[in-house]
């Protein structure tokens, strides 16, 4: 096929053709003359008919219908001239316009789900409290053997509610781009030290070994943001201990890589079913709804964890068996000159 130029070049050239010869020939035999015109005519108005119109034709009427479409089609114009080259275009456009689409509904589909989430895990403490203050004002206040353990209850829900909305709040900024992260250099190995320190209360309280696992009097510079990485190894020591029994025991762990650090959080606890581990990143999945709610969870602790250790440009891995335990590892970029 040749392209639309030289189409409309032969259809006006023949037309132009016709009518000189037409006008020589009429002077001497009208009836030629008239039927050499036609020919013509028909010639210049077929090639600018079939290779021009109808295609054009084509593509207007793939558009209009396209516009009530539910399921968008694919334009089918055979031709190789620039009328080609426009359907292929369109059929691109139509593309990225389709998967625009689909996955402006994932995100309508997400952003759903998770303010049903959010009501839901709000509406639940904010009941709780409402039920045990009224029951407080209703004459229990007064009863010595309730009134005290119903204020505990209810000043732990206003604490529930207080770590939902601080990493709700969290969860947000990360997402939006507005948590901007201080990146320094710092010695990894006091670091880890002092973040052990400070969670073993919390292990001693449920009888459960805390321990830092490698040299300590190694030093090693890692680039990163310290606050951020603090609150990755808070939650994933916590989430150790939460999901452990008495008397099993949580390592952390530090291997010194070529360029990186690997840091390993490691329990004996309850484990995680295989089927679960792929989840359990995404913001309110939990294992266990009922044990998370028990000892505090929120559903969030591992969303935050994941993008703040993408934002590190590494990637948090979890190996898991029922029954046995759990481990989490990411790596951090080390100093070179360190
Ligand atoms: P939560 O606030 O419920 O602990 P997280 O996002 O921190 O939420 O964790 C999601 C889920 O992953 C938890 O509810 C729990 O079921 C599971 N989980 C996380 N860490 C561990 C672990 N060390 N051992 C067993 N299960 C874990």
Redesign the pocket.
Known sequence: MYSLKVQLFAASFIALLGGAVSFYVISTSPVVGAAAFFLCFLLSFGILYFYIYRPVQKIQRFITAQQEAIAPQRLMVNSSDELQELSDSFNGMLENLKSDIVQMKKLERVRTEFLGNVSHELRTPIFSTQGLLETLLNGAVDDTRVNREFLQRALHNTERLNTLLT?LIDISRIESGEMKLRFRFFDVVPFLKSVVDEMQTSATQRTISLSLVGDELKSIDIYGDKERLHQVLV??I???I???EPKDRVTVAFHEKADTVAIC?E?T????APQ?LPR??????????D???E???????????KHIVEAHNSTIE?D?LVGA??K?TFEVTKSHSG
């Open positions: 990493e939650n994933l916590d989430n150790a939460k999901y452990s959080v329990d606890g309850i484990g995680i679960h359990i990143f995404e913001r309110f999945y939990r294992v266990d709804r044990r998370s709610r000892v505090g969870g929120t559903g969030l602790g591992l969303a935050i964890v979890v898991s335990g759990t989490f």
